[in-house]
């Protein structure tokens, strides 16, 4: 009856509007095919269309080579979703559309208009990546806002450094970095969603029909393939923020919100902004009031990212104990010196005016939107498990779980390198106190990994040694077989450990 062929139209007869009106055909609140009821000859036209009659079953185009139309109609019209009108840009046949549908009553009336490759290219293109530009973002953006569009998730990228590498290597050299990265997205994402540059050195990757444990996913395999691109004369330094969408009725754009706060976070630790730079200036001013050393920060950050890993924190959670972990007592700035670098124990005047910094760091932490998600965890940083701590009072998991990590970090880290007022112990006394104060002062669940992840460390330190003591004693001469088999099983036993520990998972 009807044959079906890629559109053979001459491009100055892409003026036209194709048309076509359906009523859906409804079982069970669900619609399972259309029957065309009126068309215009552009319609035909445009999608190689011998013959049409009305009331003819759309899905019969389905059979004759057209599957893609009829999926196309399928997916845009929902018996459960009702609206007047909507306005999207579709790829069929190679083609690329502007298309309208209004719904009349029971009728869905749809509208093609042909937007030629060139004309494409010039309005929604990136001229130096291939990338969609911010046009195209900021269109399909508002569609989905509009559309309710669920699941929803959203990556935002901010390349560290592209200026000084153009101002080194050039332009061209520069082009090159953001080609570079363009092609890893293109690579990653062109299956599961669009991704956009939009800015001149920002990215956006926007992914419908992803949830958020997906996203932490994806989030990691481009932190993988990033690092493993080897390319001379740099490697690739990108910050990366993330969010999802809680549900259908949040605003997309509070979700991009969310996401460029991530971002920001997560260069703050690294890289030359304003921004960055007003955090280092309190943290300088910190560093030289009190005894807080960029040692003792650096140490509690690698361990913040270990101790994250092990329980289960997503990037974003382990970007914030970063962070925590580098500003949690900046709230110091704001007590007396004689306080700070008394060597002997407070009076409890003195002590009431140190507890302040709490609430002064949240004060500080607030003023910055950088800040402002790690404030509640500044605040409650000396909360303890058992309720007596300060300022609130808080007791269990009222207290915020980056708080609840970062205590026991700072204590072990306290107590192995000790302060002026307060001498080193070893690090076996400071496990076997934080160990004591499981339940106390510490939340039970962080204690247990925490021991966990020391254990290993011990354990791997001694497997070094072992290895190296086997070593010698299979080079050496004076040694009997059953002293080198005894070593051997010995070393196993440790690697057993080390295994066994790394399958340790709590939940929290």
């Keep these: 009856m009807f044959a079906c062929s890629h559109p053979v139209m001459p491009k100055e007869s892409a003026s036209a509007l194709a048309t076509i009106m359906l009523k859906p055909i409804v079982q069970k609140n669900k619609i399972i095919d259309f029957r065309i009821k009126d068309w215009n000859h552009a319609f035909i036209s445009y999608f190689g269309l011998d013959c049409l009659y009305v009331d003819m079953p759309l899905g019969c185009l389905g059979c004759n080579g057209n599957a893609e139309l009829v999926e196309m109609f399928l997916s845009i019209i929902d018996a459960e ?35 030629w490759e060139d004309i494409l290219q010039k309005t929604y293109q990136d001229e130096l990546t291939g990338l969609f530009n911010r046009a195209y973002y900021d269109k399909q953006m508002e569609r989905y806002n509009r559309e309710k569009t669920w699941p929803f998730s959203i990556i935002l990228l901010d390349i560290n450094g592209l200026k000084p590498v153009n101002d080194s290597f050039g332009h061209d050299t520069g082009d090159q970095y953001l080609q ?41 395999q481009l932190r993988i393939r990033c690092r493993e691109d080897k390319l001379q004369p740099f490697k690739i330094n990108i910050a990366i923020g993330s969010a999802s969408r809680r549900n259908e009725y949040e605003d997309i754009w509070a979700v991009v919100a969310k996401a460029e706060n991530r971002l920001n976070q997560n260069k703050l630790l690294g890289g030359n902004n ?54 949690h007592d900046i709230g110091k700035i704001g007590v007396a010196d004689s306080i700070l670098e008394k060597p002997t124990k407070l009076t409890p005047a ?21 800040l402002a998600s790690i404030a509640e965890s500044i605040l409650s940083h000396h909360e303890r498990w058992d309720g007596s701590g300060y300022p609130q009072g808080l007791k269990g998991e009222e207290i915020p779980l980056l708080a609840r990590i970062i205590s026991v970090l700072d204590a072990y880290d306290t107590m192995t390198h000790g302060r002026v007022y307060r001498g080193k112990i070893s690090q076996e006394a400071a496990i076997a106190e934080i160990k004591g104060q499981r339940g106390k002062q510490f939340d039970p669940k962080v204690v247990d990994v925490f021991l966990a992840m020391m254990e290993k460390e011990m354990l791997l330190k001694k497997l070094q040694k072992e290895r190296e003591k086997l070593h010698k004693l299979a080079k050496g001469q004076d040694f009997t077989s059953q002293e080198l088999l005894n070593q051997s099983r010995y070393v196993d036993q440790i690697i057993n450990q080390i295994y066994r520990l790394n399958k340790v998972q709590v939940l929290v």
């Design 180 to 220: 570079r990265i363009s092609a890893i997205l293109q690579s990653m994402f062109t299956e599961t969603g669009f991704v956009a540059r939009i800015g001149g050195d920002e990215f956006a990757v926007v992914l419908s029909g992803i949830h958020a444990d997906e996203l932490q996913s994806l989030v990691r």
């Design 81 to 115: 979703t009702s609206f007047t009108s909507k306005s999207l840009l579709l790829k069929l046949q190679k083609m690329q559309y502007f298309t309208t549908v209004v719904r009349h009553r029971e009728t869905y009336i749809f509208t093609f208009y042909p937007i």
């Design 350 to 370: 003195e002590w009431e005016e140190m507890k302040r910094h709490c609430e002064i760091g949240y004060r500080i932490a607030l003023a910055s939107p950088e």
């Design 274 to 327: 304003a921004r960055n730079n007003l955090i280092l200036s309190l943290r300088q001013s910190l560093e030289e009031k009190t005894h807080e050393t960029q040692e003792h920060s650096q140490r509690l950050m690698k361990l913040s990212v270990r101790l994250g890993s092990m329980l289960g924190l997503t990037d974003n959670q382990i970007d914030e104990l970063k962070l925590l972990a580098f500003m």
